[in-house]
């Protein structure tokens, strides 16, 4: 089966640097995509991997090992609006989308 | 209006009703989305529209039943429901179906 792992929570603290990891296990793969979702709001767009490697946009890295079945999304700065959980996705051999539950992270002053 | 809509925000309705959840979106895309979001869980992909024609359809019940009468509409039409059909159902476009998604703010669905 297609499964995306991701763990459910992490705390940080403002100011510091976070990496959150996404491992997964699909039927093919066309690319992974890391959303930012807020308490009670839609899921915003932040990033997309298809080569190996790192994406560096602002404050936000993604990086991709397609051999190691691995992604993280990397933050830097954290500031108490980075608070929100974090959505894994990986698009699959029919480019349907396979998503992770989401890892929940809270930033403490 | 800017991106993607949806209304209504909140919705509590009883296992007899039916009701209509619409979103819109004002981006020029091709493609839009239904997905399932419950907590703690994954986002579950109902429907997918492609220039107005339904092309995945993951074995969602019948109870749930689409429409998109054009590219920049669709309706996620609902009767019978089931309490454990309570959930944040999300609507999503995109250019093509290989870009990626802007979602709508979701609605908020209770089943009595």
């Known amino acids: 089966g297609q499964n995306i792992d991701q763990p459910t929570e992490m705390t940080a603290t403002e100011g510091a640097i976070v990496q959150i990891n996404c491992t997964y296990q699909?039927?093919?793969?066309?690319?992974l995509f890391w959303y930012q979702q807020h308490a009670g709001e839609a899921p915003t767009f932040l990033s997309y991997?298809?080569l190996d490697g790192l994406e560096e946009k602002g404050r936000f890295s993604s990086f991709l090992s397609r051999s190691k079945g691995y992604s993280y999304l990397l933050l830097k700065e954290l500031q108490m609006k980075d608070s929100a959980s974090y959505l894994c996705?990986?698009?699959?051999?029919?480019?349907?989308?396979?998503w992770g539950a989401g890892t929940k992270l809270i930033i403490k002053p | 209006e800017t991106g993607v809509t949806q209304t209504p925000r909140h919705l509590v309705m009883g296992m007899t009703n039916k009701k209509s959840l619409k979103c819109e979106q004002h981006?020029?895309?091709?493609?839009m989305y239904w997905y399932k979001q419950s907590a703690k869980k994954p986002l579950e992909l109902m429907f997918v529209?492609?220039?107005?024609?339904?092309?995945e359809n993951n074995s969602v019940p019948s109870r749930f039943s689409p429409e998109c009468p054009n590219s920049s509409h669709l309706f996620l039409h609902l009767h019978t429901l089931q309490p454990e059909d309570s959930a944040l159902y999300l609507c999503?476009?995109?250019?093509?179906?290989?870009?990626?998604?802007?979602f709508g703010p979701g609605t908020r669905l209770t089943v009595l």
């Open positions: 529209y492609s220039l107005e024609e339904r092309v």
């Open positions: 991997n298809v």
């Open positions: 699909t039927s093919g793969f066309n690319g």
């Open positions: 981006l020029g895309h091709n493609a």
């Open positions: 996705a990986v698009r699959d051999s029919n480019y349907q989308l396979i």
């Open positions: 999503a476009s995109s250019h093509l179906l290989e870009h990626e998604q802007f």
